[in-house]
């Protein structure tokens, strides 16, 4: 991603006051001082329509064959249904049940198909992964993941390869016991709401 572009996706995600910086439980049960809040996005369809806009053409550009895009719940849901209209692609979302993440029912057409994944936010990649194990059930083939941000760095992997994304930086996540933010009795937020326990 150049780096204009990057910067452009970091000044969207400030000026949304989508970007935070305080002591936050990540939904992979890390510790981090920094924390995207997607919602803000979601909450600014102009903004985020400019992000995704941005994501659309780095889709095409990489001119792949795939006939649907699947994001998991909830974050992902408005990102990659307005990234499917706009790519004039059919929608699917996964979504957790009794926490295990399975396909929302009443997608008739998607078994034996071809897909991207889009996803908003990558830290370890779980969601992800969970998304991929869903599609592989039914026989779907990944094209390709995408993500609006990395906080990995290009770090975490999919079955070899980083997602493509719009924004990539590496971001430290601490796993609780090693906190430091937790050893200086910083106040623990939670922000969001993956149904992931």
Not at 46 to 61: A, G, H, N, P, S
Request: aromatic letters at 8%.
């Amino acid at each position: 991603m150049p780096q204009d572009r990057s910067e452009l996706i970091l000044s969207l995600f400030q000026e949304s006051n989508a970007l935070l910086r305080g002591h936050f439980k990540l939904t992979s049960g890390k510790h981090s001082e920094w924390y995207f809040e997607k919602i803000k996005l979601i909450e600014r369809p102009l903004v985020l329509e400019k992000i995704i806009d941005l994501l659309v053409e780095q889709i095409r550009q990489d001119n792949l064959a795939f006939d649907y895009v699947i994001s998991p719940a909830y974050g992902g849901i408005a990102i990659g249904f307005l990234a499917a209209l706009k790519l004039n692609k059919l929608f699917a979302f996964s979504q957790r049940a009794d926490e295990k993440m399975t396909i929302r029912s009443g997608f008739s057409g998607l078994d034996k198909s071809r897909a991207i994944i889009v996803e908003d936010i990558v830290t370890t990649g779980g969601s992800i992964r969970e998304v991929l194990h869903c599609l592989h059930q039914k026989e779907v083939e990944v094209a390709e993941i995408y993500c609006l941000v990395d906080r990995s760095g290009g770090e975490v992997l999919f079955e070899g390869q980083p997602a493509r994304s719009l924004l990539s930086l590496k971001v430290e996540a601490f796993e609780p016991e090693a906190c430091p933010l937790c050893q200086q009795n910083l106040p623990l937020i939670k922000p969001g709401a993956s149904d992931k326990k």
